[in-house]
């Protein structure tokens, strides 16, 4: 079982940047994949980004595209996402996940994913 802590949310202005930062413990496998979340009030569970854990190949919902960057430090077992240009339709609570067979599974897909983390909060005041 691999435990996902997140960290780094927080109030922003509209065009500022925030970096969620999501730290894993325990047996990560390399043909896994991670990926972020977000869920915002009176809505399901949406994907954002992912990436492998080992290969190449990074995935974004259309609506972050040019603004976020998923990227991973395996040394440290440790994923981020880099959110710049933040708009209000970017609040909600982001959740890290990790998928253990990440070459095989759809990863934007929420019930791909075998581990999720509590969530941290991001909001964006206009």
């Known amino acids: 079982q691999v435990q996902l802590v997140e960290s780094g949310g927080g109030l922003v202005q509209v065009g500022g940047s925030l970096r969620l930062s999501c730290a894993a413990s325990?047996?990560?496998?390399?043909?896994?994949?991670m990926g972020w979340f977000r869920q915002a009030p009176g809505e399901g569970r949406k994907f954002v980004a992912a990436?492998?854990?080992?290969?190449?190949?990074?995935y974004y919902t259309d609506s972050v595209k040019g603004r976020f960057t998923i990227s991973r430090d395996n040394a440290n077992d440790t994923l981020y996402l880099q959110m710049n240009s933040l708009k209000p339709e970017d609040t909600a609570v982001y959740f890290c996940?990790?998928?253990?067979?990440?070459?095989?599974?759809?990863?934007?897909?929420?019930?791909?994913?075998?581990?999720w983390g509590l969530g941290t909060q991001v909001t964006v005041s206009s």
């Open positions: 996940a990790y998928c253990s067979l990440g070459f095989l599974r759809d990863l934007t897909l929420s019930r791909s994913y075998d581990s």
């Open positions: 990436v492998r854990w080992t290969r190449s190949g990074t």
């Open positions: 325990g047996r990560i496998s390399s043909n896994s994949a």
